[in-house]
């Protein structure tokens, strides 16, 4: 599998899980989830050769990569196995299959929507009839986006939209961004999606996620909470709108857009 651009890294479950490591356990820890994250799979249960990945080159250094081996990786025949990042791995598969879906469908309704630009039936103008499949096209995309994967969904905690909003509120807002006053179903529609792209186990694992994207990723920026002028000259601030409004929007977001 191809490394993924980012991985998700909730920095509170990291620290409950492996506050009690030494400073040369946590460098070695991290070096260890970097690398599966690179290659995309399990490490290779062979520790000479992951002291040579890792540059792992001292006693200290190489005791410090046992050490975490030994506590937070599975043995799964030749390889190891660290069940965090085989479920990062696998959201990002699913990621990357629902974005792919999600264009064929759009690619598939701009063809018809060319075959009816072309060849409108003459009882019906051609106004309308670019009107009417634009009007499907958008219900084929929102029941799509809706029912991701429901197999993987249907278990999944319900959207807290009021707390992601509070959240906004607390971090974004308060940063310079502009503050949500009214959730109406449109925007609790489209928190929702985004939360169902997340993916999260539980209820609290979701909130941190949206917690790291506000307060790592948009709260810091300058440009995107008014702080700083754009290259035009113009002050542009945030709305939850903006940021949320597309799974390729927070994706861009991610990526340093706002960086």
Known sequence: ?????????????????????????????????????????????????????????????????????????????????????????????????????????????ERKTNEIHADALPRQSHGNAIQNQIHNQEELLASHSVDISPSVTQNAPSCPVDQIVALWNQIVAQAGGKRVLNVSPKRRTMIACRWREVRPDTTDEGLRWFENLFRDRIAPSKFATGRQPGRDGGIFRIGIDSALASEQVVDQILEGKYA
């Open 1 to 109: 599998m191809a490394a993924p651009p980012y991985y998700r890294f909730f920095v509170g479950d990291y620290l409950r899980d492996a506050g009690h490591l030494s400073l040369l356990e946590h460098g070695a820890y991290r070096r260890l989830i970097d690398l599966y994250m690179i290659e995309g799979g399990p490490l290779p249960f062979d520790m000479p050769r992951l002291y040579r990945l890792l540059h792992a080159t001292s006693k200290e250094e190489q005791a410090a990569v046992q050490v975490v081996v030994d506590e937070f990786f599975r043995m799964d025949g030749p390889v190891l196995r660290h069940r965090r990042c085989d479920r990062e791995l696998s959201w990002q598969a699913k990621l990357k299959e629902n974005q792919s879906d999600r264009a064929k469908i759009r690619w598939e309704n």
